[in-house]
């Protein structure tokens, strides 16, 4: 539970405590320290509202709570006239970094890597006309992305997007989705539990989340920079905005985004994503074995470079059914879904399962006749981003199932040291499957899956199939997945 109140009211040891962060006076020793290096930073832009309003966790994550924020800060931001920026709420969060520097959170590491997870979310909201106090949603929000990051360990980076698939605010809004950037005004702040930086959400509708999919989130952040009624150069966030920046300039699709897919290719190396691979090499009963032996040579092992991108990837999957992964705001959100505790990074890279997906000397990898890929229609919308963005490009595309350890990775040719080869395109090492597409077949594959862009017209399950190949692909319902037995 939360509750909203001015900042003034904290209990000793709080953002409030004593003399208070505004007070003009110095912080009491009570005061917790990487509280004050951010109200520091919040004081340098907010001089004249020295108590903002915060919401507050009534119970606190150290103590039991379910919300990881301590506090957040909701400021009046004026805007800048010239720069044609709007007045607008600001929104800032206390507790992804280390606040406290005792261990009750956040394990001390030293004062000069990250602060906790090293960075605090913030969030600016377009005042609406006559309104006189914030909206308190997205703090509600910014906790929803705090529990991911807490349950899971992975962090957010500039650039990075969130399919939350819901009005943020639960209105009819069409701004459904999150993009992630630095926050245009605050600078990062030396604490002395380390280093704290700002990272900025930015509402954006489902076009635009798509975009930034096939191209890359920098990409379309700098769109809509560009665009005022859709961010503008601070990227704040209109919730009644009712078009997309290609309808606003339908320029810019072709023109910025289309080349830039050309040119570029997708950023995106991977996604979470429900997907499942049978081995039809092997009848059934053999299945079990068939993860673990090794038939043939000692598989090539990926170069550095790419082994380091695809554990990464696997890391921080975040991109494609986060509805289900992250928390939900509250319980009304939840529409019928499952909403388990976030897969864990210790779970699964971690923990001696790890030793399944992440190649080392002790497990070796087995190649494969024929292969049967399955995917849920979200996931299976993205295989021509996959072909096209990345393999077509000489890189490679990772899934992570979001139910256990299972991944499958496609692969150009030219990428180095990759375990898959043009003679045996199929190899897997554990659940981890590697799939190597030749330019040739990939310009097939694309044609074949043109429907997949059709997802109004599309009706499961949906098989294709190229037997030559020995290659299965199936579009399966959600609830597929969702059973355990499958």
């Not at 990881?68 to 709007?86: E, F, H, I, K, Q």
């Not at 700002?198 to 930034?212: M, P």
Request: proline share 8%; charged share 20%; hydrophobic share 30%.
């Amino acid at each position: 539970m939360e509750s909203a109140r001015a900042g003034g009211g904290a209990p000793t040891g709080g953002p409030g405590a004593g003399s208070g962060p505004g007070s003009g006076s110095s912080f009491p020793s009570l005061f917790p320290p990487g509280l004050h290096g951010i109200y520091g930073e919040c004081r340098r832009l907010y001089p004249e509202q020295p108590n903002p309003l915060q919401v507050t966790a009534i119970l606190k994550y150290w103590l039991g709570g379910p919300d990881p924020l301590d506090y957040v800060s909701m400021y009046r931001n004026m805007g800048n006239p010239a720069l044609n920026v709007p007045e607008h709420w600001h929104y800032v969060s206390f507790g992804l970094s280390d606040l406290y520097g005792d261990n009750r959170v956040h394990e001390f590491t030293g004062t000069d890597g990250p602060s906790g997870f090293g960075f605090e979310l913030t969030f600016r909201l377009k005042r609406e006309t006559g309104e006189s106090a914030p909206p308190t949603w997205p703090a509600e929000l910014m906790q929803g992305l705090a529990r991911y990051v807490f349950q899971s360990e992975n962090t957010f980076c500039s650039g990075d997007h969130v399919s939350w698939h819901s009005p943020l605010d639960n209105s009819e809004s069409r701004i459904q989705h999150m993009l992630l950037t630095e926050d245009p005004q605050m600078q990062p702040v030396q604490t002395p539990f380390g280093v704290v930086t700002f990272l900025q959400i930015v509402g954006v509708c489902t076009e635009e989340l798509h975009a930034a999919q096939q191209w890359n989130g920098q990409g379309i952040l700098e769109l809509l920079r560009t665009v005022p009624v859709a961010g503008g150069p601070w990227l704040i966030t209109d919730m009644r905005r009712g078009e997309t920046i290609f309808e606003i300039d339908p320029h810019l699709q072709q023109e910025r985004v289309d080349k830039g897919i050309e040119t570029d290719g997708s950023n995106l190396s991977g996604v979470s994503a429900k997907c499942a691979w049978d081995d039809l090499s092997r009848p059934p009963e053999d299945d079990e074995d068939s993860r673990s032996i090794c038939i043939g040579t000692q598989p090539r092992r990926l170069s550095g470079k790419d082994t380091e991108q695809i554990r990464e990837t696997l890391r921080r999957g975040l991109e494609i059914n986060s509805k289900p992964v992250l928390p939900p705001i509250n319980a009304q959100r939840q529409n019928g879904l499952n909403h388990d505790r976030a897969p864990s990074r210790k779970d699964s890279l971690e923990s001696e399962s790890s030793a399944a997906i992440i190649p080392h000397e002790l497990i070796r990898t087995r190649q494969l006749e024929s292969v049967h890929l399955k995917f849920n229609q979200e996931s299976g919308a993205l295989i021509p981003l996959c072909l096209r963005g990345r393999l077509l490009h000489g890189r490679h595309f990772t899934y992570k199932s979001i139910t256990g350890d299972t991944a499958i990775t496609f692969v150009s040719t030219g990428v180095e040291g990759a375990f898959a080869t043009e003679e045996h395109p199929y190899a897997a090492h554990g659940p981890w499957l590697q799939i190597l597409l030749t330019e040739e077949f990939v310009e097939r594959m694309l044609e074949d899956l043109e429907d997949l862009n059709s997802p109004e017209e599309f009706k499961l399950p949906k098989e294709y199939s190229w037997p030559e190949k020995k290659l299965k692909v199936s579009i399966l319902p959600d609830a597929v997945f969702d059973n355990p037995l499958h």
